[in-house]
């Protein structure tokens, strides 16, 4: 298994309060991804990032930032939690952007 | 975002059968992944496939690029119950450095 782990793995949060959910790796890869993952939709970026302090927006990014201040931490921040962010929140690493990803286990993120 | 049509959406089969499902799109892809994802975990590479035309095994599982790099198929022979659980394919677009798009899964039962 690759060494990705996220925290935390399930969060209860009131709408219009800040999140942050955190993924680590101990592979030293050098792209993280997160993505959201919804009944009915595959997998979708929200960010990724290419080095440290070195990101780009996803597909779905409006709503979301993201912080990578290490190699082995990618952070995302829901500034002002809505209700159409309750997912379940995957984050990926990859050697290369053209190359496979591996998955964390994920986190579930419901916005009441 | 980009379409990628999995079929079946669901499959119900009796253990020791064959499998198969499919993953199209309209545009070009330069790169093909197919992943397992078991409920509440994050899913798991199976295969990687980057040439058109690539045939690529993972023991019972058999990963095919299609020809006209629109479509990637994925076959699972002599099926067990731990086959259960829903199978992804991704896309890489045909210019490399782009992202990564999802299917949204087939489902996979395998009745003892």
């Known amino acids: 298994d690759a060494g990705i782990t996220q925290s935390p793995r399930h969060k209860v949060t009131e709408t219009g309060t800040p999140v942050t959910l955190r993924c680590h790796q101990t592979?030293?890869?050098?792209?993280m991804y997160w993505y959201r993952q919804d009944p009915g939709h595959g997998l979708r970026l929200i960010h990724y990032s290419y080095g440290v302090k070195d990101t780009d927006k996803g597909e779905v990014s409006d709503g979301y930032s993201v912080s990578r201040s290490k190699t082995e931490d990618f952070l995302l921040t829901l500034e002002s939690a809505t209700s159409s962010q309750t997912s379940v929140y995957f984050c990926?690493?990859?050697?290369?952007?053209?190359?496979?990803?591996?998955f964390g286990p994920g986190t579930r993120l419901t916005v009441t | 975002g980009q379409q990628l049509n999995q079929s079946p959406q669901s499959m119900f089969i009796q253990e020791g059968e064959d499998v198969s499902m499919n993953c199209t799109s309209s545009s070009i892809f330069n790169t093909w992944l197919w992943y397992k994802q078991d409920p509440g975990e994050g899913p798991v590479l199976l295969i990687a496939?980057?040439?058109?035309?690539e045939l690529t095994s993972n023991g019972r599982l058999t990963a095919q690029f299609g020809i006209t790099r629109k479509d990637s198929f994925l076959n699972i022979s002599a099926s067990i119950p731990s086959d259960v659980g829903i199978y992804f394919c991704?896309?890489?677009?045909?210019?490399?450095?782009?992202?990564?798009?999802f299917g949204t899964g087939t489902s996979l039962t395998v009745i003892p």
């Open positions: 990926a690493i990859s050697l290369g952007l053209d190359y496979e990803q591996y």
């Open positions: 592979e030293n890869h050098r792209y």
């Open positions: 991704a896309g890489q677009l045909g210019h490399t450095g782009n992202q990564f798009y």
């Open positions: 496939l980057y040439k058109a035309g």
